[in-house]
């Protein structure tokens, strides 16, 4: 059984044409899939659709088999901004999915410091999201993300504003994180380097559809150093030309 299925989605915002033209999309439990397309063809529409944050005029979305009705602790966000609350520390904001719940435990903060120390933040717990660099804040998002372990990872081009470094420490970090939870993993860019890299398959999108659905069968776990091998960058020009073909 699929872990997330979309089938015959469609979604349109009041006056417009459809965002999301019926799209089928079938991820299996611990895969990590890419939806890679231009700017406005309705990727973060999807995403949305898929938290359960807007619900499909026709269609339906399966979580493990039933139908998706609205966000829970099953799922994990991130998206493109940090969006920490301010006046909380870096543990604070990791430990906010908990604290909308009950109160966070020893244990609940323990679990949180683990994740700061694994995403390289343990001397960063106390400090506010005004005293990090915005790779810092970003890390201290994807923690918050994992808090709660969710099965599902939903994330929205949540490195787009980070420098070429940092943004590669965190897909290697968001990799090996989710590998050893075996998370299930959508992610939304519109970087074909990133897709490659990251996906191990990769969906492109272009006017509200799939378009086009590209097995990645680069060995795992992935490392920088493949980024200048030839097979990663013959997937890179694969990719590219299934863009330039669709006119995604
Ligand atoms: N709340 C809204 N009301 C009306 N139209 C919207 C709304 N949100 C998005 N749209 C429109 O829907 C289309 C798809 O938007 P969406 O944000 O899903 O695209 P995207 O592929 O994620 O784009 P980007 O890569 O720029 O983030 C765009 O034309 C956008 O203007």
Known sequence: MAFLAIEQVRFTYPGRKPVVDGVDWRMLAGEFHCLLGRSGCGKTTLLKLAAGLLRPQS???????????????QLGF??????????LSALDNVLLPVSLQRRPTTQDRQ???????????????????????????SRVALARALMLEPPLLLLDEPFAALDAITRAELQDDLLRTCRARGTTVLFVTHDINEAVYLGDRIALMQHGRIVDDIAVALPAPRSQAMRHGAAFNEYCARVRAAMDRSGA
């Not at 269609?59 to 602790?73: D, F, K, Q, T, V």
């Open 78 to 87: 991130m998206f493109q901004a940090p969006t920490l609350l301010e006046w």
């Open 59 to 73: 269609g339906r979305i399966l979580l493990r088999g039933g139908e998706l009705a609205s966000p829970g602790p």
């Open 111 to 137: 679990r949180a410091l683990q994740l700061l120390a694994q995403l390289g933040l343990e001397d960063h717990a106390p400090h506010h999201p005004r005293q990090l660099s915005g790779g810092q804040q």
